[in-house]
């Protein structure tokens, strides 16, 4: 599992979704626990009125909460997007970033829960901040996690 996710993240930056609307990884946690993206305004995710189009801002945040969560868990635990949401803001001129946090609490709390069988729907939030450092777009996780030979 480490291996896979440690390889995608060397290719990450070429998946054609991402290198088509500029998002980029800009940093990643040695422990994996924090993830920065950003993505620069360019006439490939621009929208009908000269702003970051909205699918290239839910785009850049989609992924990351479940690979984090996935590599922190480990290959015992099952861990699948289930619902998302996006709240826009205000409009999105120039580079906007988004940060990635999952603590180790939080990790330690869902592995309890998981190992004592429940099914576990954990939602994690994430900012799009404009270059201005305001927000641009909130957005909502709602994550699945149970441990793989968990009956329930």
């Not at 390889?7 to 626990?33: E, H, Q, T």
């Not at 950003?38 to 839910?58: C, I, K, P």
């Not at 699948?80 to 939080?106: C, H, L, M, N």
Request: aromatic share 10%; hydrophobic share 45%.
């Amino acid at each position: 599992m480490k291996r896979d996710i440690n390889s995608l993240l060397k290719w990450i930056n070429f998946y054609p979704p991402f290198l088509g609307a500029g998002i980029r990884v800009k940093r990643v946690a040695p422990d994996f626990r924090a993830i920065r993206v950003e993505m620069q305004l360019t006439r490939l995710n621009l929208n009908a009125v000269g702003t970051h189009f909205g699918g290239s801002l839910y785009a850049m945040c989609d992924p990351w909460f479940m690979l984090m969560l996935m590599r922190a868990l480990g290959d015992e635990y099952i861990v699948w997007d289930k619902a998302a949401r996006i709240q826009f803001i205000k409009p999105g001129r120039g580079t906007v970033a988004a940060e990635f946090q999952i603590t180790q609490a939080t990790i330690d709390d869902l592995r309890t829960r998981a190992d004592a069988g429940e099914k576990i729907e954990p939602t994690f939030t994430a900012d799009v901040i404009g270059a201005d450092g305001e927000i641009v777009a909130r957005v909502e996780k709602l994550l699945y996690v149970r441990k793989k030979n968990a009956r329930a």
